[in-house]
């Protein structure tokens, strides 16, 4: 019995010691990839604008010019993202993991946190576009808010906040929380 567990924890040291080599590579190779080095602005820009900008925009146009069932849906939408910084909030506070490139002399490394797994720009991004999904079951719609979640959340990787594992975990996070909890919103603001 001794030793089959000493295999076991062998295993498990050796399957997180290819991961996270996995997770190493993958974000060189994705930050440094010559056909990723064009979108250097786009991938900037989907960063800054994943802070909020974007999906407050979205948002306001929605309450603005939408119908009255649009301003529901961006409540859910916003009860749902606040769901969602709250957990990833707590996991990074849990896992404490460092980000691959903290540079703390930088504008930018003043206003994020330390912590990099999960994203929360994957995840309330993620979470957005599967409420976005599921409200406005359009295809060009479902579409557009899936590129803009991918787009940013590659973005993290590209600029070296986040590292792989920590954007689709975030992704994935994100995901999961918004089909739980669209059900739960639904039948209380609907």
Not at 100 to 108: A, K, Q, W
Not at 116 to 137: E, M, N, Q, R
Request: proline share 5%; aromatic share 16%.
């Amino acid at each position: 019995m001794s030793s089959a567990l000493t295999r076991f924890g062998e295993w498990v040291d050796t399957a997180i010691t290819t991961l996270f080599r996995w997770d190493a590579e993958t974000l060189q190779a994705i930050s440094e990839h010559p056909l990723l080095k064009p979108l250097s602005r786009v991938f900037l820009t989907a960063t800054y604008l994943g802070d909020g900008y974007l999906w407050g925009g979205l948002s306001l146009g929605l309450i603005l010019f939408g119908r009255p069932i649009d301003r529901t849906y961006v409540l859910i939408g916003l009860a749902i993202s606040i769901v969602n910084i709250a957990v990833f909030r707590a996991f990074k506070l849990i896992f404490a993991r460092e980000r691959p490139l903290f540079v703390s002399d930088s504008l930018r490394s003043r206003l994020i946190d330390s912590y990099s797994f999960p994203s929360g720009h994957a995840t309330v991004s993620f979470g957005l576009a599967w409420t976005i999904s599921v409200f406005y079951p359009y295809l060009p719609a479902q579409l557009a808010a899936y590129f803009v979640a991918i787009t940013i959340a590659l973005s993290r990787i590209y600029l070296k906040e986040h590292y792989p594992l920590d954007v689709i975990c975030g992704a994935l996070l994100g995901s999961f929380v918004a089909a739980y909890l669209i059900p739960i919103f639904s039948h209380l603001f609907l």
